[in-house]
């Protein structure tokens, strides 16, 4: 339990940080998308049900923050992180360009599910994809740039609250 709430925190602040920089960001007309930050490191690192827990969570704070069907986030997000887990003993995930490489790959596929499903019910969908293009390369430079801290933030506040480290589970 402790796990989760530790996880959980630290997505609730770098939440709050991409939440306000994409505030800055509206004059640009320019969005970052960063979900797969909310789900790599758990994935990677956590046991499945601490870290499924944490990722569902930050789910639930996208969904409430986002203008699509509540629980969209919820369950890409937990799918994102069944998908990486079951890949993790695939990686190195020790290392930190393979963390971020997963994390970018990560983001551009639910990038692109989330953009299917929200421009399908548009008039004219093939208008949206200059900006969505615009907004993906921005998100994906963005992602690699912070995904180094974002993980040793989750990390070092999991050192904070004392949790066990666990290797295989």
Do not use: K
Not at 43 to 66: C, E, I, K, M, Y
Not at 69 to 86: I, M, N, S
Not at 140 to 160: C, H, K, N, S, T
């Amino acid at each position: 339990m402790r796990r989760t709430l530790t996880l959980f925190l630290s997505l609730l602040v770098l939440w709050t940080v991409v939440t306000q920089l994409n505030h800055a960001l509206t004059s640009m007309h320019i969005y970052l998308f960063t979900g797969a930050l909310f789900v790599t490191f758990a994935a990677l690192t956590q046991p499945f049900g601490s870290g499924f827990w944490a990722s569902a969570l930050a789910g639930l704070v996208f969904d409430a923050n986002t203008p699509v069907a509540f629980g969209t986030h919820l369950l890409l997000f937990g799918a994102t992180h069944v998908v990486l887990f079951r890949l993790r003993d695939r990686v190195p995930r020790n290392d930190t360009f393979t963390r971020v490489s997963v994390a970018v790959l990560a983001n551009l596929v639910l990038f692109l599910v989330f953009s299917f499903v929200e421009t399908i019910h548009s008039p004219a969908p093939a208008a949206n994809w200059p900006r969505l293009l615009m907004d993906l390369v921005c998100s994906q430079v963005f992602l690699a740039l912070v995904a180094p801290w974002a993980f040793a933030l989750q990390a070092r506040a999991l050192e904070i609250a004392r949790v066990r480290r666990e290797e295989r589970s």
